[in-house]
């Protein structure tokens, strides 16, 4: 009987071995048939998991006959599930098709190629959809706070009591970044001081940052880069946008979006109002927050004439007073008191026509035309008046072929600047025109290299001709692993209008001399490494971006002191921007955390003289935690880190740190938040002084750090 019952044991052990069986599993890409090394291949009731080989293999033993649910999972790809019959020792192929991320889909306007941004070699940063909602909770009046935030960018407050601000990317004064709104130019000259702080975010689509020299593109003063505000179109479904928002500094910011398409047409409709009282927290009799009541409106009128041709007319109309100084002058609890009063009105048209020939070319004709009026007065008495009339033409033909696409096209721009003489120096009008022509390709080599070129020569009347190659390559090294590479070079015309004018509200600064002054010119190169993956079962997602950059500018204009006025004059030197940014971003079930740092070096070289630029901090941190549950709610913690800057009165600015919390509960048609903003009140007030003089004739120093400290604001958003 034992004989018998091992002879059966036997047989059972033997039936059972020869029962267990092997997966082999190619995993390739379905478009071009690469493998993906890394490939996860899983069966979860088995509980087994094993990873492909530098082959794209995955083998998997000891496999027992029947029906199995194979999970095949790759970071970029679409998740596949198989059913297999097993029997035997099966050998398969598995094809497994991108997956593209909403941020993957968007196409980048400001590089005016057709591509979407993955298969884009110049580098673009964009901030869109809930990204753009959720920082709108935290500034909703203007669009500060979403440029403050990124790695590589500061907004530079210029004036202590108005609180005028500019774009300074990687170490560069403002007046090198170019402000665009849908690819116009709206913001150009002395309206640039005002430009961040008279854009609500609530009618934008995506922002779209270009870093590094970007003339190639758009012509002068892009050096640092391009920021390029994309606006909303009306689809065919409705959109009715509410939302009202209230500060404990005293601010009220109310804004509302329409935009719906019938057929043949559709319009948006864009209005806001956004106020403030004169709020000092620290006490010193000084606003930190101005007081203003701004109003905007911006419609805008679509045309699809026919399947080949649309048409878009857009208006839009701002005017605002801004009153900052003295606040108990302000208030009229004081008879006399230093005040600083911008009164500003802009007004600008747009105008794009689309004419697609065929499949792949079309032919774009856009205008812009604008008029901005200012006038600041200190201590109750005008100091500037002044109105700008710009304007801006442009003819494109493009070609968006699948591997060679070509965009090449005309532009026209004038620049009219007329003031009232208020003082002694000599008139600083002018009148500036620039014609520009331009080429551009972007060729898809093959699957894994794709190249990106330029050319544009611009004529400056006055001033000459530029001349501004352009190159970038994308190199895709793997699904995970991928690199930028690129460079160009850049010019600005000279002009009274940069931080150090609007520092001193223009008071006694000369005219712009033809015969002395020239020419801003300038190369920059930077190269990116971006990696990204998931690991612990795809539970946890994982990317890395890290770039370097050099720009360097010859012949730089600076602000010069002489004998009572100031003068801008090229210095005969250089001044070069180094560094590096490190974006890394983790998830984790709901929870998502960015982490950023960047480093900066900016030097102006003059002769054997090499001084620090003023404001830059050579060290920033950036980290954001976003919990969210999707529809349902939204909290974020966010710090900031700004390591000491050089000032330019010799003394050094203290290192701080800036925190803040947001907390938002959504519903279908409304959602209600409140922020936390720099709840550890940073404030140069508190470890600094912002002024020397008396309070009734004070002399700023730089602003280098917050002035409104802890604010608290709050209110609801409504999606009708």
Do not use: C
């Amino acid at each position: 009987m034992q004989r018998y019952f091992i002879v059966a044991a036997t047989l059972i052990l033997s039936f059972a071995a020869a029962a267990q069986h092997t997966i082999k599993a190619t995993i390739k890409d379905k478009d071009t048939g690469e493998p993906l090394p890394g490939a996860t291949l899983s069966i979860e009731s088995l509980k087994k998991l094993t990873a492909a080989d530098s082959f794209g293999l995955a083998i998997m033993k000891d496999i027992p006959q029947g029906k199995h649910l194979l999970k095949i999972s790759f970071v970029g790809y679409a998740a596949r599930e198989e059913t297999v019959v097993i029997s035997d020792d099966i050998e398969l192929t598995i094809e497994m098709e991108p997956e593209h991320e909403e941020e993957e889909e968007v196409v980048i306007q400001s590089t005016r190629s057709s591509r979407t941004i993955q298969d884009i070699p110049t580098r673009v940063e964009f901030v869109a959809g809930e990204e753009l909602d959720e920082k709108a909770n935290m500034k909703p009046g203007d669009i500060r706070m979403v440029l403050n935030e990124s790695t590589g960018i500061t907004t530079q407050q210029t004036s202590a009591t108005s609180a005028n601000s500019s774009i300074r990317i990687q170490g560069l004064d403002g007046r090198y970044t170019q402000l665009l709104k849908d690819g116009f130019p709206l913001y150009s000259g002395f309206s640039g001081g005002l430009g961040l702080l008279q854009t609500p975010p609530l009618d934008l689509k995506q922002f779209e940052v270009i870093k590094g020299s970007s003339s190639t593109l758009y012509g002068g003063g892009a050096i640092a880069g391009l920021v390029n505000l994309i606006s909303k179109t009306p689809a065919e479904e409705r959109e009715l946008r509410f939302h009202i928002d209230v500060t404990s500094a005293g601010g009220l910011n109310t804004s509302g979006f329409y935009g719906r398409r019938n057929n043949k047409t559709g319009v948006t409709l864009f209005a806001s109002r956004n106020s403030n009282k004169a709020y000092d927290p620290s006490e010193i009799g000084l606003t930190a927050i101005p007081k203003f009541e701004r109003y905007t409106i911006n419609p805008k009128f679509f045309w699809y004439i026919n399947e080949q041709t649309d048409l878009m007319i857009g208006v839009n109309y701002a005017t605002e007073d801004r009153t900052g100084g003295d606040i108990e002058f302000i208030n009229g609890n004081k008879t006399s008191g230093y005040i600083e009063r911008n009164e500003s009105n802009r007004f600008s048209t747009q105008f794009s026509l689309d004419r697609r020939i065929g499949k792949d070319k079309a032919i774009k004709l856009k205008n812009s035309i604008g008029l901005f009026q200012r006038t600041i007065s200190e201590a109750s008495f005008p100091v500037f008046d002044a109105d700008q009339v710009a304007s801006f033409t442009e003819l494109t033909y493009a070609d968006h072929g699948e591997r060679s696409e070509w965009i090449a096209g005309i532009n026209l721009v004038t620049d009219h600047f007329e003031e009232e003489n208020l003082s002694l120096v000599p008139s600083r009008n002018y009148s500036q025109v620039t014609t520009g022509l331009f080429v551009q390709n972007n060729f898809k080599a093959t699957e894994k290299f794709s190249l990106e070129t330029g050319l544009r020569g611009d004529y400056v009347i006055d001033y000459g001709f530029a001349f501004l190659p352009r190159i970038s390559m994308l190199f895709k090294i793997t699904p995970k692993l991928s690199s930028r590479i690129g460079g160009g070079m850049g010019y600005k015309a000279p002009t009274i209008f940069s931080e150090e004018s609007e520092r001193i509200q223009y008071v006694n600064v000369l005219p712009i001399d033809e015969d002395i002054n020239q020419l801003e010119r300038s190369y920059g190169v930077n190269a990116d490494i971006n990696y990204r993956t998931k690991f612990a079962d795809d539970k946890i997602s994982f990317s890395i971006n890290h770039l370097f950059f050099y720009t360097r500018i010859h012949d730089p204009l600076v602000l010069r002191a002489q004998g009572g006025v100031s003068r801008f004059v090229n210095v005969d030197g250089h001044f070069d921007s180094r560094g590096m940014e490190t974006n890394v971003k983790l998830g984790y079930g709901d929870f998502k955390l960015f982490l950023g740092y960047t480093f900066t070096r900016a030097d102006l070289h003059e002769g054997n003289l090499k001084t620090e630029n003023f404001l830059t901090s050579r060290h920033r941190l950036n980290s954001v935690l976003l919990y969210e549950v999707e529809e349902k709610w939204k909290i974020g913690l966010e710090a900031y880190y700004f390591s000491k800057q050089q000032l330019s009165d010799g003394t050094t600015g203290k290192p701080y740190w800036v925190t803040g919390f947001m907390l938002e509960k959504l519903w279908e048609k409304f959602s209600l938040y409140i922020n936390f903003e720099n709840f550890t009140d940073s404030r140069q007030t508190r470890f600094d002084t912002i002024y020397t003089g008396t309070i009734d004739n004070p002399q700023f120093r730089d602003i280098y750090a917050p002035l409104d400290g802890f604010v608290v604001n709050g209110g609801v958003k409504l999606r009708l």
